[in-house]
């Protein structure tokens, strides 16, 4: 359940300690009284909250990152980061690290972490996007864990608490898969495949609140119709009604629901629209270099294979549908509002 949080409540006991000590050292007597006055909050600061997260490639905090051999974090960004997760789990004092390594080949290595979040995965179904558990064996590709097993995993091993703050983001693959992996026969059919996979998810993330109360924040995804990769192909306008149909499904299975939701699709629309409003120079070139990259996938992108030095900061997106350092910035900056109002 919601509750107010003031922003000494938010800053967790690392925090506290960094302001107290900063004003201090200003002095004066206003500085002293700011002190006493930071000093007798903090005294009342309850430890971070946890923050879990559940989704897709854009929370992955590296489950594939063995298939990368070393060359980066093998995350789907500009590496090493950081993703919005974690820049969420800062702000507010804490941290949150990956639940698992798995795929392509390497076997499973439980982490124990609460970022459950698996690239390629879909909301409630298998095969997920580059699944090839059924042509080349179990965890031979990326293993998609769906964001409902993840869920299911984390009740098994452990509750949802009522200061925890649980993020969802997910719905993207299950379009990739109705209009690219496995195309559905009309574009009718795949429209209602993904309304079911919103509908799922309202599910899922009603099943949290139930489950503990947690403080849950949902975003929106994505218009993939005008995202690098698709914006001047044959599945624009499929991709795009698809995704809006998604989003439209999830918030009226969402309805009155205690939860908060954070518009990145409109969000993602402003800052591909009107880039230098948000201290960008582009809002679809991609950052990365994805001709010199192993399969062209961004888990292989770096500082040192962008198309410019800072690319990882001027541009939205690191490939054709990821995010860079910069844009998962700006959608963190989204979520804290959603979280602190």
């Known amino acids: 359940m919601w509750r107010s949080m003031s922003s000494v409540a938010l800053m967790g006991p690392a925090k506290c300690g960094w302001r107290r000590r900063a004003i201090v050292r200003a002095g004066g007597r206003w500085a002293a009284a700011a002190a006493a006055g930071i000093l007798a909050a903090c005294a009342s600061v309850q430890p971070a909250p946890r923050v879990i997260s559940f989704g897709d490639s854009l929370s992955d905090l590296g489950t594939y990152g063995a298939r990368t051999e070393g060359r980066t974090a093998g995350r789907f960004t500009t590496n090493p980061g950081p993703i919005w997760v974690e820049i969420v789990a800062a702000e507010i004092g804490g941290s949150v690290t990956g639940y698992r390594r798995a795929g392509w080949g390497r076997g499973e290595h439980v982490l124990g972490g609460l970022a459950y979040a698996e690239g390629g995965a879909r909301v409630a179904e298998q095969p997920g996007s580059n699944n090839t558990d059924a042509t080349a064996g179990a965890g031979s590709g990326q293993t998609t864990m769906p964001v409902r097993e993840q869920i299911s995993i984390h009740l098994q091993r452990d509750e949802f608490r009522a200061q925890d703050i649980v993020l969802v983001w997910a719905g993207a693959n299950d379009i ?166």
């Open 176 to 341: 990739f898969r109705h209009a690219l992996f496995a195309p559905a026969p009309t574009v009718e059919a795949g429209e209602a495949r993904v309304r079911d996979a919103a509908r799922s998810l309202a599910a899922e993330v009603r099943r949290i609140v139930a489950a503990g109360q947690p403080r849950v924040v949902v975003l929106t995804i994505d218009d993939y119709g005008e995202t690098p990769s698709a914006r001047n192909g044959p599945n624009r306008e499929k991709l795009s009604r698809w995704s809006n149909a998604f989003n439209a499904d999830l918030i009226a299975g969402l309805q009155g629901a205690p939860v908060r939701f954070v518009d990145a699709n409109r969000l993602l629309r402003e800052m591909r629209n009107e880039p230098a409003r948000f201290n960008l120079q582009q809002g679809l070139a991609p950052a990365c270099a994805l001709g010199t990259l192993p399969q062209r996938s961004v888990a292989f992108c770096s500082i040192e294979t962008l198309v410019a030095p800072d690319a990882h900061l001027t541009h939205l997106y690191a490939d054709g549908v990821h995010l860079t350092t910069a844009g998962h910035r700006l959608v963190a900056q989204e979520v804290l509002r959603a979280i602190r109002h």
